[in-house]
């Protein structure tokens, strides 16, 4: 008798960087290039898209992050601007890589755990029929 498989939690995969269905295969290949398929269950990794998801949302998080933490830098030790440049100008990226990583992963855990798919409208042939191009007419 086969039991089904222990769920993997989103945010656990999203936080490892691993196989949304098992926990276990590393999800990434390299930073932020995911993997063709899990080396621990087979999972495929191509039905993931996550498109500009983790972008907006690191954008967003990191945003803030960064102006909060250069505000209270300036007002707590007046550092000169060259000192502002090398701190911000390293830990931005670093914080951007870690973040991205981490949103990719949970976005794709997220999108693995509700099956979600590309949208689609539901229509009637003869709403399309109305609605469609005319795709036989020529145009001069």
């Known amino acids: 008798m086969t039991h089904a498989p222990e769920q993997v939690s989103p945010l656990s995969a999203g936080l490892r960087g691993r196989c949304p269905?098992?926990?276990?295969?590393p999800l990434f290949d390299g930073l932020l290039g995911l993997r063709d398929s899990c080396r621990a269950c087979g999972l495929n990794f191509r039905?993931?898209?996550?498109g500009?998801?983790?972008a907006v949302f690191a954008i967003m998080i990191l945003g803030a992050v960064v102006l909060g933490g250069a505000l209270w830098f300036e007002f707590r030790y007046e550092?000169?601007?060259?000192?502002?440049?090398?701190?911000w100008g390293?830990?931005?990226p670093v914080l951007a890589i870690g973040l991205l990583r981490f949103l990719k992963a949970t976005l794709a855990a997220l999108q693995y755990t509700h099956k979600a798919e590309?949208?689609?409208l539901a229509q009637t042939a003869e709403v399309d029929a109305v609605t469609a191009p005319n795709v036989d007419r020529k145009v001069d």
């Open 90 to 92: 390293v830990l931005t």
């Open 118 to 120: 590309e949208g689609r």
């Open 21 to 25: 269905r098992c926990g276990k295969g």
């Open 47 to 50: 039905f993931i898209d996550t």
């Open 52 to 54: 500009d998801g983790p």
């Open 79 to 87: 550092p000169p601007v060259w000192q502002h440049v090398v701190l």
